[in-house]
């Protein structure tokens, strides 16, 4: 699958709406890190978070930018104010998802025809996003909140794409997708430290292809 032809908001949420899994790269760094994304895009993942508070981040972010060009959308995670969504748009970043609400980002990235979904988590704050013009609400912490909130809160929000981060992993994917989700947020459960560490990224790739799978079941 070829993602060229441009970068704009909606070529995003459409990307995300279809393909509904958003890789999160959170403190790794070097060989390794390039490593374990290659493996991930090679088992099907397409749209790859790198958090602002993992070391040398903007420049992951241009370096995947160009790496992955045409094959995976890199954007920008924790993304908490102006002055971080400013660095993220600048390393090139294709995306903007932050664990918190800042309708400066929102209007910043509207400015730039940059994506961006914002964190929340009450439906109070859900409907402020979208209201400021988030495109979808990353729902955190899912972990915490499980799966049923996210059914209930869905019953009236069901206009609003809801991105559930937290708690995500292959058997409990498909439960997400029931409760109304349009796409997850996936982090350690993709990334293996262990596997990482061991160089075993052969493993990382399978497992990714594995989550991409039942993603596709469900279409």
Do not use: C, Q
């Amino acid at each position: 699958m070829s993602l060229k032809g441009g970068a704009h908001v909606s070529g995003m949420l459409d990307l995300l709406l279809r393909e509904r899994i958003v890789a999160i790269v959170r403190g790794l760094g070097g060989e390794a890190a390039d490593r374990a994304a290659e493996a991930l895009v090679a088992g099907g993942i397409r749209l790859i978070e790198v958090t602002m508070n993992t070391p040398d981040a903007t420049r992951t972010i241009a370096a995947w930018r160009e790496k992955f060009d045409g094959r995976a959308a890199v954007g920008a995670g924790t993304v908490l104010d102006l002055k971080m969504a400013r660095e993220a748009a600048a390393a090139g970043a294709l995306y903007l998802i932050s664990p918190n609400l800042d309708e400066e980002v929102i209007a910043f990235g509207a400015e730039r025809g940059i994506s961006v979904w914002p964190g929340a988590m009450t439906p109070t704050e859900i409907v402020r996003a979208w209201k400021a013009g988030a495109e979808a609400v990353k729902v955190f912490p899912m972990a915490s909140l499980g799966v049923n909130y996210l059914a209930e809160i869905r019953a009236p929000l069901n206009h609003i794409p809801m991105i559930a981060t937290g708690g995500v992993d292959l058997a409990t994917i498909r439960s997400y997708f029931e409760a109304g989700a349009a796409a997850v947020g996936i982090g350690s459960r993709l990334l293996n430290r262990e596997w990482i560490e061991a160089g075993e990224y052969g493993k990382l790739e399978e497992n990714a292809r594995r989550y991409v799978e039942i993603v596709r079941s469900l279409a």
